[in-house]
């Protein structure tokens, strides 16, 4: 699965950064642990330590005075529990970050030798093949109004703004596939037609981005925003299977601001 290992990467550092934590947290805690009863809808604490001269263990009862003391032990019992926990996923981590590799079934038929590979059949379609077959699926866009500027992409594709050549053309660079208005149909709203829909690797799912570029526009800004939540209504959210970018007027979207969400959502 790719982008799979930059997860576990990621929640690899996540847990360090716990067991850090914890580490310093059980550097000086009291000795013992705590009990806790409940008598006559009072409750009561009593610190229990093994006693030194006999066997089994001491019990003493934590007055009022300090309650602090109970405070204590109960965060030291948390602590060392999620201390147990952490320590044994890292050393999971550890190992599976290690052999891990994304794709690593796909890679075994990409490195054979071509007159190898026309001998066998993957047990799955190769991304480049899904991405083809995705790509040739015939869509009637939508259409383009007599007299509007005739703005064309690297691809030369027509779009309807500078704004999505942008986008389009820094797709293209990327080696990202989209398709450009490619029709969908939301309960509730009807069809639409998302600027760019991409298939994203990760997961192999539909990401719609949609682009919406006059926001200062109050009518327009009004439309845009039923069409997101509607996006939403129908189970796409942003962050997610929608990614939305906006401009207006005077502030216009930078060429890094696309190329960190690409790198973020996609």
Same mark, same amino acid.
């Given at each position: 699965?790719d982008?799979?290992?930059? @997860?576990?990467?990621?929640?690899?550092? %996540?847990?360090q950064?716990? #067991?850090?934590?914890?580490?310093?947290?059980?550097?000086?805690?009291?000795?013992?642990?705590l %009990? +806790?009863?409940?008598?006559?809808? #009072?409750i009561?604490?009593?610190?229990?330590?093994?006693?030194?001269?006999?066997?089994g !263990?001491?019990? &003493?009862?934590?007055?009022?005075?300090?309650?602090?003391?109970? !405070? *204590?032990?109960?965060?030291?019992?948390?602590? #060392? $529990?999620?201390?147990?926990?952490?320590?044994?996923?890292?050393? *999971?981590?550890?190992?599976?970050?290690e052999e891990?590799?994304?794709?690593?079934?796909? !890679?075994?038929?990409?490195?054979?030798?071509?007159?190898r590979?026309?001998?066998?059949?993957?047990?799955?379609? @190769?991304?480049? #093949?899904?991405?083809l077959?995705?790509?040739?699926?015939p869509?009637?866009?939508?259409?383009?109004?007599n007299?509007?500027p005739?703005?064309y992409?690297?691809?030369?594709?027509?779009?309807r703004? $500078?704004s999505? $050549?942008?986008?389009?053309?820094?797709?293209?660079?990327?080696?990202?596939?989209y $398709?450009?208005?490619?029709?969908i149909?939301?309960?509730?709203?009807?069809?639409?037609?998302?600027?760019?829909?991409?298939?994203?690797?990760?997961?192999?799912e539909?990401?719609?981005?949609?682009?919406?570029?006059r =926001?200062? /526009?109050?009518k327009?800004a009004e439309?845009?925003?039923?069409?997101?939540?509607?996006?939403?209504?129908n189970?796409?959210?942003?962050?997610? %299977?929608?990614?939305? &970018?906006?401009? &207006?007027?005077?502030?216009v +979207? %930078?060429?890094?601001?696309?190329? =960190? @969400?690409? /790198?973020?959502?996609?």
């Amino acid at each position: 699965m790719d982008g799979l290992k930059e @997860m576990m990467l990621k929640e690899e550092k %996540r847990l360090q950064k716990i #067991q850090r934590t914890l580490e310093e947290r059980l550097i000086d805690v009291p000795e013992g642990t705590l %009990r +806790i009863f409940e008598s006559k809808n #009072q409750i009561q604490y009593i610190h229990c330590t093994q006693n030194a001269n006999e066997s089994g !263990n001491k019990l &003493s009862y934590i007055k009022k005075a300090d309650r602090n003391m109970a !405070n *204590q032990l109960a965060q030291k019992s948390y602590d #060392q $529990k999620v201390q147990k926990i952490v320590s044994r996923r890292l050393k *999971q981590f550890d190992r599976l970050v290690e052999e891990y590799e994304d794709n690593e079934i796909d !890679n075994i038929f990409e490195r054979m030798h071509p007159n190898r590979q026309r001998l066998v059949e993957p047990v799955e379609k @190769m991304w480049d #093949q899904k991405v083809l077959e995705w790509k040739n699926v015939p869509y009637i866009g939508k259409e383009f109004e007599n007299g509007i500027p005739e703005i064309y992409t690297k691809k030369g594709e027509r779009v309807r703004s $500078k704004s999505e $050549k942008i986008l389009a053309d820094t797709f293209c660079d990327l080696g990202i596939e989209y $398709k450009y208005e490619c029709p969908i149909k939301l309960n509730g709203y009807g069809i639409v037609y998302p600027d760019f829909t991409i298939l994203r690797k990760r997961d192999g799912e539909e990401v719609y981005w949609e682009h919406d570029g006059r =926001m200062d /526009d109050p009518k327009y800004a009004e439309k845009a925003i039923r069409k997101i939540n509607n996006y939403i209504s129908n189970g796409l959210f942003p962050g997610d %299977r929608l990614i939305v &970018s906006f401009e &207006s007027s005077g502030v216009v +979207i %930078r060429d890094s601001v696309i190329k =960190m @969400m690409i /790198d973020k959502y996609l």
